[in-house]
C-alpha cells in the first residue's frame, strides 16, 4: 500500500495509552483548524475540527486544544488503539473568504501492541 | 453511498508527456477540490471548483489545469510532466463552496521517470 509518510516525525505509543500530536500553525489570520488522518493507501479522513473562538473540542476519544496566542494546536488520542496507527495533518484555514487549507507536513503515530 | 472515487489508482509516465486524472465527488456535492501530496509531506492545494467554475487557485504552474462538468466530476491535467510532479494527487469534495469538511478520495499515485 501507500506510504504516506516516510520521513515524518515518529510518535510510538502503547496501546492503551494516551497520544499527543502536535502541530505549530503560521498564519496568525487563520481562524479554522482541522485535524486529519491517514492511513496507507487511503486519502486524508476528517477527524475534528476547531474555531478560532474555541480553546478546546473533544469527541469520541479525541481533544484538539488551540492555543492561539502561541500558534499552537495539539490533538490528543485517549485510550491509542492499533487502529489509530496512520500519520496524523493539522491544517489551517481562514473562515472569512474562500481560503484554502494548508496542511501541516504531518506525524506518523505508531501503536505498540 | 459511495465516497469519493478516483480514477486511475496508480499511473506511470515519462517526463514530456502528459495526464489526465479523473474524480467523481460524493453524490450531492458540488465542490471539487485538487491537492499534490509529495512523500513525506502534507497535501498542498492546486485547484477548487465550484458549479464548474474555477474559485481556487494554488501557486502551480500554468501546466496544471483542471475543469469541473455538469455531473460535478473533475478532471486535473497536467502537461510537459517533470520528474518533480510525482506525488500522490488527492480530490476531495465537499457541499458547497466554503465548506470545510472535505471528504477526500484515495488518491492516484502518479510516477514520472
Known amino acids: 500500500g501507500e506510504n504516506v509518510g516516510l520521513h515524518l516525525p515518529t510518535l510510538s505509543v502503547q496501546e492503551g495509552d494516551n497520544s499527543i500530536i502536535n502541530c505549530a500553525y503560521s498564519n496568525s489570520a487563520s481562524d479554522y483548524f482541522i485535524w486529519y488522518k491517514q492511513e496507507s493507501g487511503k486519502g486524508p479522513q476528517f477527524i475534528i475540527d476547531?474555531?478560532?473562538?474555541?480553546d478546546k473540542r473533544q469527541g469520541q476519544r479525541v481533544t484538539v486544544l488551540l492555543n492561539k496566542t502561541v500558534k499552537h494546536l495539539s490533538l490528543q488520542i485517549a485510550a491509542t488503539q492499533p487502529g489509530d496507527s496512520a500519520v496524523y495533518f493539522c491544517?489551517?484555514?481562514?473562515?472569512?473568504?474562500?481560503?484554502?487549507?494548508?496542511f501541516g507536513k504531518g506525524t506518523r503515530l505508531s501503536v505498540i501492541a | 453511498d459511495a465516497g469519493v472515487t478516483q480514477s486511475p489508482t496508480h499511473l506511470i509516465k515519462t517526463r514530456g508527456q502528459h495526464v489526465t486524472l479523473r474524480c467523481s465527488p460524493i453524490s450531492g456535492h458540488k465542490s471539487v477540490s485538487w491537492y499534490q501530496q509529495v512523500l513525506g509531506q502534507g497535501p498542498q492545494f492546486i485547484f477548487q471548483?465550484?458549479?464548474?467554475?474555477?474559485?481556487g487557485r494554488g501557486n502551480f504552474p500554468d501546466r496544471f489545469s483542471a475543469r469541473q462538468f455538469p455531473n460535478y466530476s473533475s478532471e486535473l491535467n497536467v502537461n510537459a510532466l517533470l520528474l518533480g510532479d510525482s506525488a500522490l494527487y488527492l480530490c476531495?469534495?465537499?457541499?458547497?463552496?466554503?465548506?470545510?469538511?472535505?471528504?477526500f478520495g484515495p488518491g492516484t499515485r502518479l510516477t514520472v521517470t
Open positions: 491544517a489551517e484555514t481562514s473562515n472569512s473568504g474562500n481560503t484554502p487549507l494548508v
Open positions: 476547531i474555531r478560532s473562538n474555541m
Open positions: 476531495a469534495s465537499s457541499l458547497t463552496l466554503g465548506d470545510y469538511e472535505q471528504y
Open positions: 471548483y465550484y458549479e464548474k467554475e474555477e474559485r
